[in-house]
């Protein structure tokens, strides 16, 4: 791959990724909930979640989705049900809102593998997500040269930007939160972050095929 391609792909790549979504908006969650550590063990749950759709990718399995209607359409309905799951138990949750700074958050108690469960779920819950990679990354690909090869790099640059991106938004997020630090906000970011991801599971639910 000419590093012309390759830059072609990286800033296209960026400019689908800096737009808002379920994994943003669960970095910014974490973030708040728990400070960094909880940002980076959701950021290792997406990067393993993009490993294997890229995987998947370079084995066709997202074309065989697209021409599967029934299939794409039960991977919809469970990726769906469960990002609406996830808002309801954090507009149900009744937990205290700790600390107004966001250094004692440290201090909350933080399940890493429970984080990095759930970001895996939620990036892989779009099916979507799978058609648009199959769709996307082909039209970078030399056919001259080694396959393999050209995929181990594109996923190295999709995890680079991935995690820069949801870095600057947790950075960004920490600002607000030194900034404010107050039980209120912490609250706020939890009832938005639970009615958003409830109409994320409803906009994926009711999304066409593409």
């Not at 919809?76 to 149900?92: P, S």
């Not at 984080?115 to 030399?142: C, D, H, Y």
């Not at 991935?162 to 404010?180: D, N």
Request: one cysteine or more.
């Amino acid at each position: 791959m000419s590093f012309h391609t390759w830059f072609l792909f990286a800033t296209a790549y960026l400019v689908t990724t800096i737009s808002p979504g379920p994994n943003v908006l669960l970095v910014i969650r974490n973030t708040v909930r728990f400070g960094g550590r909880g940002t980076a063990a959701t950021i290792a749950g997406n990067l393993l979640a993009q490993l294997v759709v890229v995987v998947l990718v370079a084995l066709g399995v997202g074309a065989v989705l697209a021409a599967m209607p029934p299939l794409f359409l039960a991977m919809k309905v469970l990726g769906a049900v469960y990002l609406m799951v996830l808002g309801v138990k954090q507009l149900r949750s009744r937990k205290p809102m700790a600390t107004a700074s966001v250094d004692a958050l440290s201090a909350q108690p933080l399940d890493k593998r429970k984080i990095f469960r759930e970001a895996l779920l939620v990036s892989g819950s779009n099916p979507k997500t799978l058609i648009f990679l199959s769709a996307f990354m082909p039209q970078f690909i030399v056919h001259d040269q080694p396959l393999p090869a050209q995929f181990i790099v594109m996923y190295l640059s999709v995890a680079c930007i991935v995690a820069l991106v949801h870095t600057i938004y947790s950075l960004g997020v920490r600002r607000i939160h030194s900034g404010l630090g107050t039980s209120r906000w912490m609250k706020a970011v939890k009832r938005c972050s639970g009615l958003i991801f409830f109409g994320l599971g409803i906009k994926l639910l009711t999304a066409k095929q593409a």
